[in-house]
């Protein structure tokens, strides 16, 4: 089973700041199968992420991911207020078995 | 637009059972396959179940396997987990999620539904 490790687990910002989560797999990952997710408190998880890199349906370009093998990243170029939230990594592979990162929250500093 | 409206939660006691269903609408509910995430209090998501579009194929998380079921009615849009046995640590809210497209992504999620097992 791959494990996916996120950090770190909290992340202290400001608007207007850069964020960027790092996603580790303990195994490598095929990059079309990696994708991650926001969630606010009190609501679901949201798809930002498909294909280690590409924005789902009305993402904002200040979301993007990069990475390949074992080691993944979300980058937000600029925080709005509306980004501090919790983010989870997630993959799958043929087992079938899909599974997701512990998560990193982004809080306002 | 995509609809998932989960339903079915509640309290259990241990060693009980309990049916979710899931009403989907806005898109063709037999093209698609879906999955049930959980996610338990204050912990992250964890994955539970996978049904194909169609019915032919389902894959459950070692978590659940042999006390829960997934199954699917296309002729009502409805999803459905079957949860038999149920133990202290099943209690969570539980998720019903389409695929994004025919790919292994959590493209759209329900509200949720919060089962706990608790004596």
């Known amino acids: 089973e791959i494990v996916l490790t996120q950090s770190p687990g909290t992340l202290s910002l400001s608007p207007g700041e850069r964020a960027t989560l790092s996603c580790r797999a303990s195994?490598?990952?095929?990059?079309?199968?990696l994708a991650w997710y926001q969630q606010k408190p009190g609501q679901a998880p949201r798809l930002l992420i498909y294909?280690?890199?590409s924005r789902a349906t009305g993402i904002p370009d200040r979301f993007s991911g990069s990475g390949s093998g074992t080691d993944f990243t979300l980058t937000i170029s600029r925080l709005e207020p509306e980004d501090f939230a919790v983010y989870y990594c997630?993959?799958?592979?043929?087992?079938?078995?899909?599974?997701f990162g512990q998560g990193t929250k982004v809080e306002i500093k | 637009q995509v609809q998932l409206v989960e339903s079915g939660g509640g309290v259990v006691q241990p060693g009980g059972s309990l049916r979710l269903s899931c009403a989907a609408s806005?898109?063709?509910?037999?093209?698609?396959?879906m999955h049930w995430v959980r996610q338990a209090p204050g912990k992250g998501l964890e994955w539970v179940a996978f049904?194909?579009?169609?019915?032919?194929?389902?894959y459950y998380a070692d978590s659940v396997r042999g006390r829960f079921t997934i199954s699917r009615d296309n002729s009502k849009n409805t999803l459905y987990l079957q949860m038999n046995s149920l133990r202290t640590e099943d209690t969570a809210v539980y998720y019903c999620?389409?695929?994004?497209?025919?790919?292994?992504?959590?493209?759209?999620w329900g509200q949720g539904t919060l089962v706990t097992v608790s004596s």
């Open positions: 999620t389409r695929v994004l497209y025919g790919d292994p992504f959590f493209g759209y």
């Open positions: 806005g898109f063709t509910f037999s093209s698609y396959g």
């Open positions: 049904i194909r579009y169609d019915g032919s194929n389902r």
């Open positions: 195994q490598s990952v095929s990059s079309s199968y």
């Open positions: 294909g280690a890199s």
């Open positions: 997630q993959q799958y592979d043929n087992s079938p078995l899909w599974t």
